[in-house]
């Protein structure tokens, strides 16, 4: 069973840093393409930054130089490092990667982790 389960979220004042990880289980054959999203509330979700296999990397303008995507391609690991946090960064934050197994190849979700910045 594949799972993506991420954690590091949390409360932290404008101006700060947060860390999240995206920790992905269960029959992978290979982990692939993995973006990270958010949803602020009445809001749509939005995709944050994506990484390829290779470390190719995309981010949100709203976010560059401040968001940093990486991964960890051995332990099965995404993460994405917030530095100067805003208070428009307020957010249920969702990893999603497209995960390859012995007898599919889809996209899985995290159950996300709330990240509120206070002004």
């Known amino acids: 069973q594949v799972q993506l389960v991420e954690s590091g979220g949390g409360l932290v004042q404008a101006g700060g840093s947060l860390r999240l990880s995206c920790a992905a289980s269960?029959?992978?054959?290979?982990?692939?393409?993995m973006h990270w999203y958010r949803q602020a509330p009445g809001k749509l979700r939005e995709l944050v930054a994506s990484?390829?296999?290779?470390?190719?990397?995309n981010h949100v303008d709203s976010v560059k130089g401040r968001f940093t995507i990486s991964r960890d391609n051995a332990r099965k690991m995404g993460y994405l490092q917030m530095n100067s946090l805003k208070p428009e960064d307020t957010a249920v934050y969702y990893c999603?990667?497209?995960?390859?197994?012995?007898?599919?190849?889809?996209?899985?979700w995290g159950q996300g982790t709330q990240v509120t910045v206070s002004s």
């Open positions: 999603s990667a497209l995960i390859q197994t012995l007898s599919t190849s889809t996209w899985y």
């Open positions: 990484i390829t296999v290779e470390g190719n990397t």
């Open positions: 269960g029959g992978i054959s290979r982990f692939g393409t």
